[in-house]
């Protein structure tokens, strides 16, 4: 059962999605605590660069890191954009949430859309560009 966040599942997540070169972000409460605001979180809330080459890396990489999608979509349905649009329109999903066997207490949502320009927001955020 999700509740909270531990350092094992967060460590297990960016290790996997780093090692596959996924780009990625992390939103949301943790990243409101590293910039030092006090804010529960119950979860990882990701953004991942949803170019479709990028969407495969990251699902395989969620993967090994034990992580698989709460409802049935496959990489493949989430790398194709129009498949995306749908899930906002005819579901309005924001998030598809993630589980895991091996980090239960931890769950992790990845948005649906980009809610920001990726490109320009992670060149601000890479330490290597």
């Not at 906002?88 to 949430?97: A, D, G, K, Q, T």
């Amino acid at each position: 059962m999700a509740g909270y966040v531990t350092v094992s599942a967060f460590e297990a997540i960016a290790k996997a999605l780093t090692d596959a070169g996924a780009r990625f972000m992390v939103v949301g409460g943790l990243a409101m605590q590293a910039h030092g605001l006090d804010r529960s979180t119950y979860d990882i809330d990701l953004v991942i660069q949803l170019e479709a080459d990028n969407v495969l890396r990251a699902f395989s990489a969620l993967q090994v890191a034990g992580y698989k999608p709460a409802v049935p979509i496959l990489a493949d349905e989430f790398a194709d954009r129009e498949s995306r649009e749908r899930l906002l329109r005819e579901r309005s999903m924001v998030v598809l949430n993630f589980w895991s066997d091996k980090h239960r207490e931890t769950s992790l949502d990845v948005f649906v859309a980009e809610p920001f320009d990726f490109d320009t927001e992670y060149r601000l955020v890479d330490c290597n560009a």
